[in-house]
């Protein structure tokens, strides 16, 4: 078999042993010290389909530290065998991993106390001395909770529950404030109490394989690097699309609207990964100072680069599909929240000027996709008169990861014709049996390594802001109606004139299809 064919046959047993090495070496995790894993808002629905399954997972795997307690406290009256039975069903177990499940359960306790109370806090930090080496652990606190009540938890942290022997961490889960003035009252707030250093706030999506992957594509292939410029990109375009509506969850929705949801962190994290320079090593205070640098060079965002857009029911669809956003009851009458949006940024530096960065997202849309497309510019002197469609770099995020170039090859045959191939690397074709870790297993394991370099530092946050809030804040004052747009459609047709008009083209004529589906 060639080199180019070879496929990497890795068991889970593998992969988790080499994780296990690379991570072990790190001297503060290698220590055999206790650590407590302590998840407030234990009752919620974050905590039961994604924090208490993740930490089973890394039990699973032998990747948490050895000697790690876990603590869930809320306010509701609740026991562990009450977590068990409202987490157990996302930890995708079988009859075999009865055993290692009791074992996992042991390490758990749970305690309900009120938010606002330092007393509840106080009886926290009394159970927590009261495990084995208690008083000298690490606490890792990861906020499982609205933003509302993170000023009362994080201040009665810091007063009653801090290590004052091991080190301290707090993960906070976005959305970080609503507008730039909220965000910054929330970082103010948290940073009076916390180092830097001790905050980690989380954005799952810098735990995905294929976003994390855009660093090493970049930065650890010559071929890209002359190409990665205003000189040969044409565009570059970030997609989100989820194939379904707000299904009875549109009041939380409404709250936020899809610019928040998505847009504001996601997709303009992954713009600052492909737009940055290299940084000068992959420390993470190094990585986020590149970051930073891009947001800086990012105007804020005026309404003429932005189309809206709101699903209506397709009459012809079947279910949900019917149904509009509007036609949810638990979203308010006449709400103008958009839940599709496109939006055209540019980086004004030597690299980029002149590249539209486009960001589309949106729900109820013709299917699941989230990539990073940058396509190239024309081929100058075509003597093909035509025939050749632009090149294009596509790195799929999610469902089927994947890296293609989309590129032009003579058609088979007598002619002498060409036609729109790829140059293909699925992940599922390429690293067979291989688990890729969830987002959030990535990220709660590099809170316990101490390393920062996929989580949101505050400067960061304030420019991210900085560039959304005054758009956000001219749509609700004026009141702007998005465009209507048909259940399972690609969204609003404005959309396409907008990304057309910016320099993106969209030719229709190539679709990828998974070779590992075939």
């Not at 992959?282 to 965002?301: M, Y």
């Not at 540019?346 to 299917?367: H, Q, S, T």
């Not at 799929?396 to 002498?416: I, L, N, S």
Request: proline content about 5%; glycine content about 6%.
């Amino acid at each position: 078999m060639s080199a180019a064919h070879e496929q990497v046959n890795l068991s889970r047993l593998e992969v988790c042993d080499m994780m296990r090495e690379e991570l072990y070496s790190e001297e503060e995790f290698h220590q055999t010290q206790t650590h407590i894993f302590i998840v407030v808002g234990a009752s919620g629905d974050l905590a039961k389909k994604k924090i208490y399954p993740t930490l089973w997972w890394l039990y699973n795997d032998g990747l948490l530290p050895q000697e790690t307690f876990i603590v869930g406290f809320s306010r509701s009256k609740l026991t562990v065998q009450d977590i068990r039975k409202q987490s157990q069903p996302y930890f995708k177990v079988t009859a075999d991993d009865n055993e290692k499940l009791d074992s996992f359960f042991k390490r758990n306790s749970y305690i309900s106390g009120q938010y606002s109370e330092g007393s509840s806090f106080m009886a926290l930090n009394k159970h927590m001395e009261s495990l084995p080496n208690g008083s000298k652990a690490n606490r890792l606190f990861y906020l499982a909770l609205p933003p509302s009540v993170y000023h009362d938890v994080t201040r009665n942290i810091k007063e009653n529950c801090m290590s004052t022997v091991g080190w301290n961490r707090v993960i906070v889960e976005k959305p970080f404030g609503k507008d730039l003035e909220s965000s910054n009252r929330l970082s103010e707030h948290i940073s009076s109490l916390y180092q830097e250093n001790q905050i980690y706030r989380i954005d799952h999506y810098l735990g995905k394989e294929m976003v994390q992957n855009l660093m090493v594509l970049r930065f650890g292939n010559r071929i890209f690097g002359p190409l990665w410029s205003r000189d040969h990109i044409a565009a570059v375009v970030f997609t989100f699309k989820e194939p379904f509506g707000t299904q009875g969850r549109g009041g939380y929705f409404d709250e936020f609207g899809i610019i928040r949801d998505v847009m504001q962190n996601h997709l303009l994290q992954m713009l600052c990964l492909v737009a940055m320079e290299k940084p000068v090593s992959t420390n993470s205070d190094d990585v986020r100072d590149e970051k930073v640098k891009v947001l800086k060079c990012i105007s804020e965002l005026p309404l003429s680069n932005v189309v809206l857009g709101q699903y209506v029911g397709d009459p012809k669809g079947q279910g949900e599909a019917q149904k509009g956003y509007l036609d949810d009851p638990t979203v308010p009458k006449g709400s103008l929240t958009a839940t599709f949006a496109t939006a055209v940024l540019y980086v004004r530096n030597e690299r980029w000027d002149g590249v539209p960065f486009i960001m589309r997202c949106g729900k109820a849309l013709n299917e699941r996709k989230a990539e990073v497309r940058l396509q190239f510019r024309d081929v100058p002197g075509d003597i093909f008169q035509g025939q050749c469609k632009r090149n294009e770099l596509v790195i799929r995020v999610q469902p089927d990861e994947a890296v293609y170039t989309k590129m032009m090859t003579k058609k088979p045959g007598m002619f002498f014709h060409p036609e729109e191939s790829e140059l293909d690397l699925t992940y599922g074709n390429r690293y067979k049996d291989v688990k890729l870790p969830d987002a959030y297993e990535r990220l709660i394991l590099d809170v316990f390594c101490g390393s920062q370099m996929h989580f949101v530092r505050s400067d960061e946050l304030r420019e991210a802001w900085r560039i959304f809030t005054p758009l956000l804040h001219q749509l609700e004052k004026d009141k702007i109606k998005p465009q209507p747009y048909v259940y399972g459609s690609r969204g609003p047709p404005e959309s396409d004139e907008l990304m057309q008009n910016a320099g993106f083209r969209y030719e229709g004529t190539y679709k990828w299809v998974n070779p590992h589906k075939l």
